[in-house]
């Protein structure tokens, strides 16, 4: 028999699923309440903390009408999303949602929307969306296909095992500047779910070299950026780091921005990604971070 600990992701993911229906399916800012904690923590820079001022956030967003809601991209238009993981008590969303393509008018490109949410006590206590201030996403047109895919649901998977190998591919790859190193971590038919990417192994490593044309160098004993979030469920592990980003008003104050990359995991190799960064505003380096709530 399952025990409440094993239960619990189970039981959180169908929390989010009818907080998502309840809410912005059903368009309806007042049922917050009934999933949201009064002193809901929200980690990203799209509204204050509290239950009641997101359900105000929402409410004004859906007076306006389906093509108002961007900031608050949670759902996406409740379009059934690409995948859900819970582990512990954290659940993740991932929607697809094809933006404007700042290259080719008229065309689109790939991008993924994540929301990150803790459950206490049966309620949303803390939330960290993907939201990059600089381009909120737009919501893609009725008909686009929702891309959804299938969790793994084998006992035998080591989701430590398989967060180590994420967190580990950073460090020796992107840290350490070295795309000789893709080949200890990535399958050689890896499949890149975003179009504004090289495809394959071989194309991560052209990627890796580009970028670090002065590489490679000493590979850091940890993470230069620790990630902020790692979440894992089944084959499936879902990273975020907290990049601060300069505020569009030009004030130099940073906001929290939470770069998303998810991963499939099969035979200790990535196989798959999906990116969360926007080609038409790709996060720049960071600066200090703001006071880490997490």
Request: proline residues 12%; hydrophobic residues 35%; aromatic residues 10%.
């Amino acid at each position: 028999m399952a025990t409440s600990t094993e239960q619990e992701p189970r039981i959180n993911k169908l929390l989010i699923d009818r907080f998502l229906t309840d809410v912005f399916a059903a368009r309806n800012a007042d049922a917050v309440a009934d999933y949201v904690a009064p002193d809901l923590v929200q980690h990203g820079a799209d509204v204050a903390d509290g239950a009641e001022a997101f359900a105000d956030l929402l409410r004004r967003e859906f007076d306006r009408g389906p093509a108002a809601d961007q900031g608050t991209a949670d759902a996406s238009g409740l379009r059934e999303p690409v995948f859900v993981v819970g582990e512990n008590d954290l659940v993740c969303v991932c929607h697809y949602m094809p933006q404007p393509n700042p290259d080719a008018p008229g065309t689109t490109f790939d991008y993924y929307a994540f929301t990150t949410y803790r459950i206490r006590e049966g309620r949303i206590a803390e939330r960290w969306p993907s939201l990059n201030k600089i381009a909120p996403p737009q919501l893609p047109a009725p008909g686009t296909p929702t891309r959804t895919t299938t969790v793994s649901s084998s006992p035998s998977i080591d989701i430590e095992a398989n967060k180590r190998l994420v967190v580990d591919f950073y460090r020796c790859v992107f840290d350490a500047q070295n795309p000789d190193a893709v080949k200890d971590f990535v399958d050689e038919d890896y499949l890149q779910h975003v179009s504004h990417y090289p495809p394959g192994r071989a194309g991560l490593e052209k990627f890796v070299r580009d970028r670090f044309p002065d590489g490679p160098v000493p590979t850091p004993p940890e993470p230069l950026i620790p990630p902020a979030l790692i979440v894992a469920e089944g084959d499936i592990v879902v990273v975020a780091g907290l990049l601060p980003q300069a505020e569009p008003d030009g004030s130099g104050a940073l906001y929290p921005y939470f770069v998303y990359d998810a991963y499939r995991v099969r035979r200790q190799r990535l196989v798959e990604h999906w990116s969360g960064i926007d080609k038409s505003a790709p996060p720049k380096p960071p600066g200090p971070p703001p006071a880490s709530r997490t």
